[in-house]
Protein backbone atom coordinates (compact mmCIF):
# COMPACT_ATOMS: atom_id res chain seq x y z
CA UNK A 1 0.00 0.00 0.00
CA UNK A 2 1.39 3.49 -0.71
CA UNK A 3 1.90 5.49 2.02
CA UNK A 4 -0.35 9.31 1.62
CA UNK A 5 2.55 11.18 1.10
CA UNK A 6 4.10 8.88 -1.74
CA UNK A 7 0.56 9.21 -3.30
CA UNK A 8 0.54 12.98 -2.71
CA UNK A 9 4.36 13.31 -4.42
CA UNK A 10 3.46 11.01 -7.40
CA UNK A 11 0.30 12.64 -7.96
CA UNK A 12 2.08 16.15 -8.40
CA UNK A 13 4.84 14.47 -10.44
CA UNK A 14 2.16 13.45 -12.90
CA UNK A 15 0.56 16.54 -13.15
CA UNK A 16 3.72 18.90 -13.86
CA UNK A 17 4.97 16.41 -16.62
CA UNK A 18 1.56 16.47 -18.46
CA UNK A 19 1.31 20.87 -17.54
CA UNK A 20 4.44 20.86 -19.11
CA UNK A 21 4.03 18.41 -21.87
CA UNK A 22 0.96 20.08 -22.78
CA UNK A 23 2.74 23.40 -22.79
CA UNK A 24 5.41 22.91 -24.99
CA UNK A 25 3.29 20.76 -27.38
CA UNK A 26 0.63 23.68 -27.82
CA UNK A 27 3.25 26.23 -28.23
CA UNK A 28 6.34 24.68 -29.74
CA UNK A 29 7.44 27.78 -31.37
CA UNK A 30 7.42 29.70 -27.54
CA UNK A 31 8.53 27.04 -26.19
CA UNK A 32 11.58 26.53 -28.12
CA UNK A 33 12.55 30.35 -28.01
CA UNK A 34 12.54 30.16 -23.72
CA UNK A 35 14.46 26.81 -23.78
CA UNK A 36 18.29 27.14 -22.21
CA UNK A 37 19.99 26.23 -25.55
CA UNK A 38 18.57 26.16 -29.26
CA UNK A 39 16.59 23.91 -30.14
CA UNK A 40 13.67 23.78 -33.27
CA UNK A 41 10.11 23.77 -32.57
CA UNK A 42 9.83 20.31 -33.87
CA UNK A 43 12.30 19.26 -31.12
CA UNK A 44 10.63 20.92 -28.57
CA UNK A 45 7.12 18.75 -29.67
CA UNK A 46 9.00 16.05 -29.43
CA UNK A 47 9.85 16.45 -25.83
CA UNK A 48 6.17 17.16 -24.66
CA UNK A 49 5.51 13.76 -26.20
CA UNK A 50 7.85 12.22 -24.29
CA UNK A 51 7.08 14.21 -21.46
CA UNK A 52 3.10 13.39 -22.22
CA UNK A 53 4.09 9.29 -21.63
CA UNK A 54 5.98 9.31 -18.45
CA UNK A 55 3.05 10.10 -16.37
CA UNK A 56 1.74 6.75 -16.66
CA UNK A 57 4.13 5.01 -14.45
CA UNK A 58 3.11 7.26 -11.66
CA UNK A 59 -0.19 7.05 -12.41
CA UNK A 60 -0.29 3.40 -12.79
CA UNK A 61 1.16 3.15 -9.37
CA UNK A 62 -2.18 5.56 -7.88
CA UNK A 63 -4.27 3.18 -9.69
CA UNK A 64 -2.84 -0.13 -8.03
CA UNK A 65 -1.63 1.86 -4.90
CA UNK A 66 1.39 -0.26 -4.66
CA UNK A 67 4.28 -0.20 -6.25
CA UNK A 68 5.57 -3.86 -5.93
CA UNK A 69 2.74 -4.35 -8.23
CA UNK A 70 3.54 -1.80 -10.45
CA UNK A 71 7.75 -2.48 -10.58
CA UNK A 72 7.91 -6.20 -9.40
CA UNK A 73 10.28 -7.20 -6.36
CA UNK A 74 13.24 -4.70 -7.57
CA UNK A 75 10.82 -1.75 -5.56
CA UNK A 76 11.04 -3.01 -1.98
CA UNK A 77 14.27 -0.52 -1.24
CA UNK A 78 12.27 2.21 -2.60
CA UNK A 79 8.79 1.24 -0.66
CA UNK A 80 11.64 1.12 2.32
CA UNK A 81 12.87 4.73 1.77
CA UNK A 82 9.36 6.31 1.35
CA UNK A 83 7.65 4.91 4.01
CA UNK A 84 10.36 6.72 6.34
Known sequence: MLAPKTRAAL????LL???LGLV???APAWAASVFPWSVKPLAAMTIACALLQVPEQPGIS???RHL???FGTSSA?????LRT
Open 11 to 14: RIVA
Open 17 to 19: YVG
Open 24 to 26: LFA
Open 62 to 64: LSE
Open 68 to 70: RRV
Open 77 to 81: PVQRA
